[in-house]
């Protein structure tokens, strides 16, 4: 008769319970009926067992059923979850989309506004100097100038009026380029540059226009921004008129049943 | 009781058909969180906070026993009621008997069919299997408690304590082990009607 050990009582518990295959219990009914500590050790655990099924069971202090101030009743959410939430996403997308298309065309804008208010000097300043300077950017020394579009919006009429004025039609063609001056032209600099080389003839005929720079080349309007600021509250919209119809048509639902 | 069919409608939103639910598991879940908690105010607050917490996730039930998934999140409260009350220890307003145990309020067991012989074995049985339970760790009461008190087999069991069945297997044994020391020390206070059943099932 030896103690039996931690696995003899765990195999018992199990025993007890109907969980041993039947091979271990075939095994576990002869080692228990030739060895008197496993049949007590098995009775204790039984003992233990029923003692414990037979636990009085307590009557409820009361009833543990709901009601919808409890659970803060929240609809559930309509089938077009998903969708709306692809809406949420998109929306807010868009929003970022709006915002950093504006932000990029402000900062772009705040960067011509120097050479706005530059373009009227070079066409004096730089008309008294002769042909060279028809095409010169208003820079100064040591400055690196990387034209943008709206940059040749603004001084080619300023160049236009340079060319006309002093008839530098030859140097006109010339790479703008100064001293310590980098320019790198693009393929709308010379778009927007030929007309500098045009002869007077022609050139007679924008003069007039170029006195106010921005009159004479019409911005063209970014309507992108719009059209997502509204596709993303139309998309917003929808969602908030189902949500908001499922939720009617759950109250609905659940206050007549809970009123009655 | 179609019980898919309430959990299907309840997970729709139906509460009515979630109280059904509600009324047919309360008892259990009610003496679940009571047996490892060993309070009854306790036991009522982590219920009942069990029952909202399931009508929440019940979108999140996926099949299955909804006994072993209701007891879970029974279980669940339980823990987060003993971490609590561990974090505030409080003192029992109930009064003590000389060896500092708390004397148990016998009005819970206001059983009308009960003589008064019946219900003073049922305090002490109740008491002895009390004391012993709250010896034992919280992992081990568990396990006892939902397979030896509530009957539940050994799947619900793991399913509702997510465990292997080699870990509820074992815990259940030392549970066991434990208990069966401790109830010895009590064997005198347990009721000879339970003595003579006991012996007879042997």
Known sequence: ?260 | MDEPALIRNAQHGDLDAFNTLVLAYQDIVYNTALRILGDEDLAADASQEAFISAFRALNSYRGGSFRAWLLRTVTNACYDELRRKRRRPTTPLEPETGDGDEVETPRWLADPNASPEEQLDQVELEHAIQHCLENLPTDFRTVVVLADIQGLDYTEVAAVVKKPLGTIKSRLARARLRLRECLQSFRELLPAAFRLEEKRGL
């Open chain 1, 1 to 260: 008769m030896t103690t039996p050990s931690f696995r003899d009582m765990e195999q018992l518990s199990a025993f007890l319970d109907g969980q041993l295959s039947q091979v271990e219990k075939t095994r576990l009914e002869a080692r228990i009926q030739l060895d008197p500590a496993l049949a007590a050790a098995l009775a204790d655990l039984r003992q233990a067992r029923a003692i414990l099924r037979h636990t009085p069971k307590r009557r409820l202090p009361c009833n543990f059923t709901l009601t919808p101030k409890m659970t803060r009743l929240r609809p559930p959410l309509p089938r077009l979850v998903p969708a709306l939430s692809w809406a949420s996403a998109t929306a807010l997308l868009l929003f970022i989309l709006t915002l950093g298309t504006n932000l990029l065309g402000q900062i772009s804008f705040g960067a011509a506004a120097p050479m706005m208010a530059a373009a009227p000097m070079t066409s004096e300043g730089y008309g008294v100097g002769g042909g060279p300077a028809a095409t010169q950017p208003p820079v100064t020394d040591n400055t690196q100038v990387i034209p943008t579009p709206e940059t040749f919006v603004m001084t080619a009429p300023a160049a236009t009026l340079s060319g006309e004025t002093r008839g530098g039609g030859a140097a006109a063609t010339q790479p703008p380029v100064t001293d310590n001056t980098q320019v790198i032209p693009t393929a709308e600099t010379f778009v927007m540059m030929a007309p500098a080389a045009t002869p007077s003839g022609e050139a007679r005929l924008v003069a007039p226009a170029a006195a106010p720079a921005t009159k004479a080349t019409p911005e063209p309007v970014n309507l992108w921004p719009y059209i997502w600021l509204g596709l993303a509250a139309v998309l917003v919209a929808a969602a908030l008129l189902i949500r908001r119809a499922s939720v009617q048509a759950f109250r609905r639902k659940v206050g007549v049943k809970h009123n009655s």
